[in-house]
């Protein structure tokens, strides 16, 4: 037996002879105790009717801890100043404290922190659980839910009894707008009549992310993004494209990841080139690696999915690969005079003439032609940086398509060989 307070104690006596004139009732931990509350005369007291047979009303003391065993000692006085025996009843516990919960929870919407759950509406059944206990007079077994769409539920939209411990809700029932917040209530009762109630919600995104787009670019010396180098026309890798999403962005449960498809073409149905793959929205780029990417355009799929499933429209962008630099035969000299089995050239006054076969590139196409004298065995590089003195003709830029050169006035020293360099790079900048 159990009591969470007031304290009732109810007595019956009788005296044929002097009557009864005085009542007194103790409080104590063990039958006949004294130590809660020491005799008090219930005669005439406010709280208490009756003297023959009557009830006594008492607060609990202040320093009663819960789960402390309580007995009410009667004794019964007569007129002729005779006292009965003490009378003890069989005792109860005391519970001062409600019910505890272990843990209300909502199992299966996206849970970005601890303090925001989310579903959307296509998946709104969601499952609630919960746990309560109570170590003393225990709990009736029955739970009261309420669903509101304010954290004080003073906008209650239903309410039920249940004795299950989780309840399965269609959220679908109660929604008219996006964005709306469902607060759940929960309240376990224990044998003395206290109550406590603990209270969870989830929010509802109906609305797929806003679609930005996707494009390529081309990382720094360390790998890494470079705003500078986005969205060229051309990359000169085939096994690997960098792409950025750019714009993408959801306000309600916020961006989950992105999905990025490669194909041949656009408009493509399937993804040809890269089956659509799940990267997480940390840095707003993804390495696609391990690739074979063809020397043509490429298109970029991508969307977004936000964190209860939602995805934006797909957008795309495309970049054409271009991985071979152009086909270039070597150039012909005219005036060349072939003797002990080396080639002399034969100009004077320092005139210099040769012809080639016009450069190809069939990817990107052609960018740029430039043309050199150097000493042999002077590379490129080395021929851009010269002032002239090992290159009586120092780097110059022709018209793309140029096919011949006749120089003159060109200061060669007798005897000494000289190459003649003609660089052609296409639109991917490959030489």
């Not at 005296?15 to 004139?21: L, P, V, Y």
């Not at 959307?120 to 609630?128: G, P, Q, R, T």
């Not at 490129?380 to 830029?397: F, I, K, M, V, Y």
């Not at 000494?416 to 052609?424: F, G, P, Q």
Request: charged share 15%.
């Amino acid at each position: 037996v159990y009591t969470q307070g007031p304290i009732l104690v109810r007595w019956n006596s009788s005296d044929s002879e002097s009557g009864i004139t005085r009542v007194e009732i103790a409080l104590g931990e063990y039958p006949n105790g004294l130590g809660v509350m020491y005799w008090v005369d219930a005669t005439n007291r406010t709280g208490c009717e009756g003297l023959a047979s009557g009830i006594c009303q008492f607060d609990v003391p202040a320093n009663l801890t819960t789960g402390t065993n309580l007995f009410a000692t009667v004794r019964i006085h007569n007129g002729a100043g005779l006292s009965s025996d003490q009378s003890t009843d069989l005792g109860c516990l005391y519970d001062g404290t409600a019910p505890q919960s272990s843990f209300i929870s909502i199992l299966n919407p996206a849970k970005i922190s601890e303090t925001r759950n989310w579903v959307s509406l296509s998946s709104a059944n969601v499952l609630v659980k919960w746990s309560f206990f109570d170590d003393e007079s225990g709990l009736t077994g029955s739970y009261d839910w309420s669903i509101g769409t304010a954290s004080a539920l003073s906008d209650i939209l239903a309410t039920q009894t249940t004795t299950s411990t989780q309840l399965v809700l269609d959220l679908s029932s109660y929604l008219t707008l996006d964005r709306t917040t469902l607060y759940f209530s929960v309240k376990a009762t224990n044998m003395v009549s206290q109550s406590t109630a603990v209270s969870t919600f989830v929010s509802i995104d109906s609305e797929v992310p806003v679609a930005g787009s996707v494009v390529a670019y081309v990382p720094d010396a360390t790998g890494g993004y470079d705003s500078d180098r986005i969205a060229p026309s051309y990359q000169t890798t085939d096994d690997r494209m960098y792409v950025a999403f750019r714009g993408f962005f959801d306000v309600h449960s916020g961006i989950s990841y992105y999905e990025v498809g490669l194909a041949s073409a656009s408009g493509a149905s399937s993804y040809d080139l890269l089956s659509a793959t799940q990267f997480l929205p940390t840095t707003g780029t993804a390495a696609l690696t391990g690739l074979t990417l063809p020397n043509s355009a490429v298109w970029i799929y991508a969307r977004a999915c936000d964190r209860v499933g939602l995805c934006s429209s797909w957008v795309s962008s495309s970049i054409s690969v271009d991985s071979t630099p152009p086909v270039f035969s070597a150039p012909v000299l005219t005036s060349i005079v072939t003797a002990s089995g080396k080639s002399y050239y034969a100009g004077t006054g320092g005139s210099f003439d040769a012809n080639w076969q016009s450069p190809v590139d069939s990817e990107s196409g052609l960018a740029s032609l430039q043309w050199a004298i150097c000493l042999s065995g002077t590379t490129w590089n080395e021929a851009q940086q010269e002032n002239g003195q090992d290159c009586p003709r120092t780097p110059s830029t022709l018209t793309v398509g140029t096919t011949s050169i006749s120089s003159r006035g060109l200061l060669f020293e007798s005897g000494r060989t000289y190459e003649l360099l003609v660089i052609s790079t296409n639109n991917a900048g490959l030489s």
